[in-house]
């Protein structure tokens, strides 16, 4: 008995799997539509690796002034586990500890795959002290964002390479995902943890914080030389560096006193060796953002947020010297002007 032909089939084919004509996951598109996406383009770093310099404060109050500045929306990230600056904008530590709703369980390694189905709005929260802008919110911190390094290294045996990339990755996606905020600053801890990494390596820009003395300025070329390492495509730009605590000599202007001087002209030599073309260009002669005095007003007003407090305080004079309003808004008008400068290039 004859054998019937098999008619040809001419209907459309999936088509196969190959290094050719690859099948992609839903997973995988996220990540290569990562790699392919611009970074947030008003993210920035408050990063040293030198604990105790300020970086909180810094965070804290560019954040103040950049939203009452600009009258857009900023927005904070608290990813240092002592929760310093969640604390310092009103939050008590119980409730901060005991929701779900915090930076720890937004990058902890089960929300990477989970990225298309997170709610990012809600781990967003207005902040509580009661003289914030009304345009300024917070992902809070969490103690337990320590023990995220040693979940990253258990949960991926691929080697150090893999989950550094996939982590930067995932953390370049999260900052896009609140593109409604105008700008986005992340206070970083005095460490390289996973998290610190990824985020400075995830950040269109980055600012260094130090206080101008002998022992602090050493965390500044560690900083930097990590920052050359990053590939260039995900390098973040430097904005200069403040500094803190200054203790500043009588008579108007406020100089600083000797020890502090030196230091400074130390930092300052290492930070303009190590500058690209494009930072030169943007930062000029003087990578200085701004100083912020060693004064007992600012101190009291990070230590009793949701009190009365008044923030009014900042505009006293104290023996001719800038008040500390003055010096918090040439700081920011500083940052401004040069992510200005980098977006013009």
Same mark, same amino acid.
């Given at each position: ?21 690859? #099948? ?9 539509? $990562? ?52 604390? $310092? ?7 901060? @500890? ?47 964002? %320590? ?7 258990? @949960?991926? $045996? ?6 550094? %990339? ?5 953390? *370049? =996606?999260?900052?896009?995902? /609140? +593109?409604?905020?105008?700008? &986005? ?23 260094? #914080? ?50 502090? =001087? ?19 260009? &943007? ?15 600012? !101190?009291?007003?990070?230590?009793? !947020?949701?009190? *009365?407090? +008044?923030? /009014? %305080? ?17 700081? !920011? ?8 400068? /980098?977006?013009?290039?």
């Amino acid at each position: 008995m004859a054998r019937k032909k098999r008619k040809k089939d001419y209907s459309p084919q999936k088509k196969d799997a190959s290094p050719f004509n690859p #099948v992609v996951s839903s997973e995988n598109k996220l990540k290569i539509d $990562a790699l392919r996406a611009e970074k947030h383009r008003g993210s920035i770093c408050v990063v040293n690796y030198k604990g105790g310099v300020g970086k909180t404060t810094v965070s804290c109050l560019l954040g103040y002034y950049l939203a009452e500045k600009t009258q857009k929306k900023v927005l904070l990230f608290d990813i240092d586990p002592q929760c310093s600056l969640s604390l $310092a904008l009103g939050f008590d530590p119980e409730e901060v @500890s005991k929701t779900e709703l915090t930076i720890y369980n937004l990058v902890k390694p089960s929300k990477w795959a989970k990225i298309a189905k997170t709610n990012f709005d809600k781990y967003v929260t207005k902040v509580k002290d009661t003289v914030a802008p009304d345009n300024l919110f917070i992902v809070r911190g969490s103690f337990n964002v %320590d023990e995220l390094d040693m979940q990253i290294a258990q @949960s991926l $045996a691929t080697g150090t390479k893999r989950h550094v %990339d996939e982590l930067f990755l995932y953390c *370049k =996606q999260l900052l896009n995902a /609140y +593109s409604e905020y105008d700008y &986005v600053i992340v206070d970083c801890p005095p460490n390289k943890m996973f998290l610190t990494q990824a985020m400075l390596r995830a950040c269109s820009y980055y600012l260094a #914080v130090t206080i101008p003395d002998a022992i602090s300025i050493y965390g500044m070329p560690r900083l930097l030389r990590w920052v050359k390492l990053v590939p260039p495509s995900d390098r973040p730009k430097l904005l200069g560096y403040v500094l803190n605590a200054i203790n500043r000599t009588g008579g108007v202007g406020g100089g600083k006193v000797y020890s502090q =001087q030196s230091a400074e002209t130390r930092l300052k030599r290492n930070i303009q060796a190590d500058l690209d073309k494009e930072e030169q260009r &943007v930062l000029g002669s003087d990578p200085l953002i701004g100083v912020i005095p060693r004064l007992d007003v600012i !101190a009291r007003f990070l230590g009793e !947020a949701g009190t *009365k407090f +008044s923030r /009014y %305080d900042f505009s006293k004079k104290t023996s001719g010297q800038p008040t500390v309003d003055e010096c918090l808004s040439s700081l !920011a008008d500083v940052v401004l002007a040069r992510i200005g400068g /980098y977006r013009c290039a």
